[in-house]
């Protein structure tokens, strides 16, 4: 568990986050964090579909209501939140209309949803999407949610609010951009980040092997994240 503190306290102090003091770095930055807002969604997919039942004829999860009930309430907020008007909308489709809103460059991400060619992501995110795709295809339910909780659940408020504290110490006017950072540090702080943590006791229980694993995909988890803003660091 201390390495996992370790590496979660080194991304959440990645030097990138002070690169984000103009509107080109930035558009930069957007270009590359897009991938990891998609492939997000692909991680709670799979967990949606291992812990629920998403398939014809309908048949009863093995899973406690209670748990079916937690992974379902994430994938309502991340999928159908509301925006700053009070519009439905997903995460996803609310970081495109955060680029859209800086000029940030959305063709790269728009053709990739049109082909899933993983050659057509940017070199820099490519090793990151393809870890989390093989995670969330092939891997154990139990490294899917490891993943999904360490990887992103736990990780992102306090990585977040150091973006946030940034932008507003710099003057960007990104207000889209401000308004899905805090809302995913109020969510995956309050609510998204406990269920998640539940979710994962649950799974890997008192099962030392299970443990092991978890912890074993939420460091490489953190591994790949780290890398990838070494690279949008390296390319800026």
């Known amino acids: 568990m201390e390495q996992i503190q370790s590496?979660?306290?080194?991304?959440?102090?990645h030097p990138v986050y002070q690169t984000l003091n103009t509107l080109e770095s930035i558009q930069h930055f957007m270009r590359f964090h897009v991938f990891a807002v998609w492939d997000f969604m692909s991680l709670l997919k799979s967990l949606q579909r291992r812990v629920t039942c998403v398939d014809l004829p309908w048949r009863p999860s093995p899973y406690p209501a209670e748990m079916v009930r937690l992974v379902n309430q994430i994938v309502l907020g991340e999928e159908s939140?509301?925006?700053?008007?009070?519009?439905?909308?997903?995460?996803?489709?609310?970081?495109?209309?955060a680029m859209e809103e800086v000029g940030a460059d959305t063709s790269e991400i728009k053709h990739f949803l049109k082909t899933m060619d993983l050659n057509d992501i940017p070199e820099g995110a490519r090793s990151f999407v393809r870890h989390n795709l093989q995670v969330a295809q092939h891997g154990h339910v139990v490294e899917v949610a490891a993943s999904?909780?360490?990887?992103?659940?736990?990780?992102?408020?306090d990585m977040f609010q150091v973006i946030v504290d940034v932008l507003k110490k710099e003057n960007v006017q990104a207000p889209t951009l401000i308004y899905y950072l805090e809302r995913h540090i109020e969510v995956d702080s309050g609510e998204h980040g406990p269920l998640a943590m539940k979710c994962l006791d649950y799974l890997t229980g008192d099962?030392?092997?299970?443990?092991?694993?978890?912890?074993?995909?939420?460091?490489?988890?953190?591994?790949?994240?780290?890398?990838?803003?070494d690279q949008v660091f390296a390319l800026r």
């Not at 590496?7 to 102090?13: A, D, R, V």
């Not at 939140?81 to 209309?97: M, N, R």
């Not at 443990?211 to 803003?229: E, I, K, P, S, Y």
Request: glycine residues 6%.
């Open 7 to 13: 590496l979660q306290k080194n991304l959440t102090y």
């Open 81 to 97: 939140d509301l925006d700053q008007d009070g519009k439905a909308i997903s995460h996803f489709e609310l970081y495109i209309k």
């Open 148 to 157: 999904f909780f360490y990887g992103r659940e736990k990780l992102i408020p």
């Open 207 to 229: 099962t030392h092997q299970l443990q092991t694993l978890a912890l074993n995909a939420g460091m490489q988890a953190l591994h790949v994240r780290h890398n990838l803003w």
